[in-house]
Each structure stands twice: as C-alpha cells, then as structure tokens.
C-alpha cells in the first residue's frame, strides 16, 4: 500500500496570508491527526478527524482549523500567518481510530513564513 | 496526560545492542506505550508499542517494567542507518480515539 502522502512538500508564505495544507491517508484508513513540530515545541498534536468530523483538538488558536472529505482526505487551514507558525506540519493516519490503532506519517509540509 | 523522561542523547557502536531507555512514571493503567522514530526532517517511523507484555517485531524489542512505570527499546544491531531521534511515548486515551504526546526524544548516533 502507499504510504500516508502529503502535498505541497515545502511552502514559503508572507504574514498575514493563509496557507491550506493536503493529507492524503493510506488507503482504508479513516482517522487523519496533524501535528506541527518546530524547534523549540517538539511535536504537538493539533487535532483529529474521524469520518468528517473532528474528534480530538489540541491547543492551539482558532486560526489552526481543519477537515476531512468523505475520501477520507484531509486538509489544514492556517489564516492570518504568524513568524511562529513557521513548522513542519506532519500528518497521520490510522485504519479505524480505536484506541489501539497505529499512527503512520507522512513526510511532512515544511512551512516557512517570512 | 502521562509524560515521558528519556535521555537526550545516547551513542552506541555498530553492531552492539541499542538500549534506549524511558521512564513514564504517571501512565495510566489504559495507556499504551509506543516509540517512534525520526530520521533528520522526515516524518517519525512507527517502531513497536505495547501495553504490559514485552513485544518483539522485526524492528525492535520492547521490554516494559512490571509496574509500568519505565520501558526500554532494544535494537538488537544498530546499524548507521539507526541514527535517529528515538521518541518514547504515552499514548493518550481521548474521545474514542488517540493522540500522541511527544517528548523530547533520545538523539541515538551510531558509530562506525
């Protein structure tokens, strides 16, 4: 099977703009989960979605929003880009989202806003 | 949510075992506990996990203390293709679902 996809693979926006970012997940899987990684947060989760809606969120403000198609697809949205929201942004997917399931990244998004 | 204690970095010799130890003192009786990880700027590899059994794969060796308390990966031979951020983690029981909670990770060099 191929592997959890994500596009673009880098990304070099301005403050103030927005960016959406695509997660593809791997075939049959149904829960996608974000997270973003930079320097000096480590990897933090952002939220989940299972079967179009989103399940679990973490800390971050409401300009960090989401949503997941009826492919299972997955997209990020970030508005109103700060200097600070320039990360690796990573996704994963798991076959059912139980409790038990296996998370599989993909290889990341590096943003970059200037 | 449960946190993980591992140490920054560790070195290890190609071809000697790789102990990778962490300690989760407050893990909840339902958590699992994974490991991951990170080659430089790519997305973290899934390695193994388990609940209170050691587990084996292909990969790696998880042996995981009886109280729960600490767990430690093995790799029974490294490899230079094993350098890598090695992530223990606690992975939290939410909602029907999971997330994962990411520490800081152990920084493995393996030497020629």
């Known amino acids: 099977k191929a592997g959890v996809t994500q596009t673009p693979r880098y990304l070099i926006k301005t403050r103030g703009q927005q960016v959406t970012l695509s997660c593809s997940p791997i075939?049959?899987?149904?829960?996608v989960s974000w997270y973003q990684q930079t320097p000096g947060q480590g990897l933090q989760f952002l939220f989940e979605?299972?079967?179009?809606?989103?399940?679990n969120k973490g800390n971050f403000p409401g300009r960090f929003s989401g949503r997941q198609f009826s492919n299972s697809r997955s997209e990020m949205n970030v508005s109103t880009l700060e200097l600070g929201d320039s990360a690796l942004y990573l996704c994963?997917?798991?076959?059912?989202?139980?409790?038990?399931?296996?998370?599989?990244f993909g290889p990341g998004t590096r943003l970059t806003v200037l | 949510d449960a946190k993980t204690t591992q140490p920054t970095s560790m070195d290890c010799a190609e071809g000697r075992a790789a102990n990778l130890p962490c300690n989760h003192s407050?893990?909840?009786?339902?958590?699992?506990v994974y490991w991951y990880r990170q080659i430089h700027s790519q997305g973290p590899q899934y390695i193994i996990h388990?609940?209170?059994n050691n587990e084996t794969n292909e990969m790696a060796s998880l042996i995981i203390t009886e109280d729960r308390k600490s767990s430690t990966l093995i790799l029974p031979h490294a490899t230079l293709r094993d350098t890598a951020v090695y992530y223990c983690?606690?992975?939290?029981?939410?909602?029907?679902?999971?997330?994962?909670?990411f520490g800081q990770g152990t920084e493995l060099s393996v030497k020629p």
């Open positions: 407050t893990i909840s009786g339902n958590e699992y």
């Open positions: 994963a997917s798991s076959p059912g989202g139980g409790t038990t399931d296996t998370q599989y």
């Open positions: 979605y299972f079967s179009e809606t989103q399940r």
């Open positions: 983690i606690v992975r939290v029981i939410y909602n029907q679902g999971g997330k994962l909670i």
């Open positions: 075939s049959g899987h149904r829960s």
């Open positions: 388990g609940l209170k």
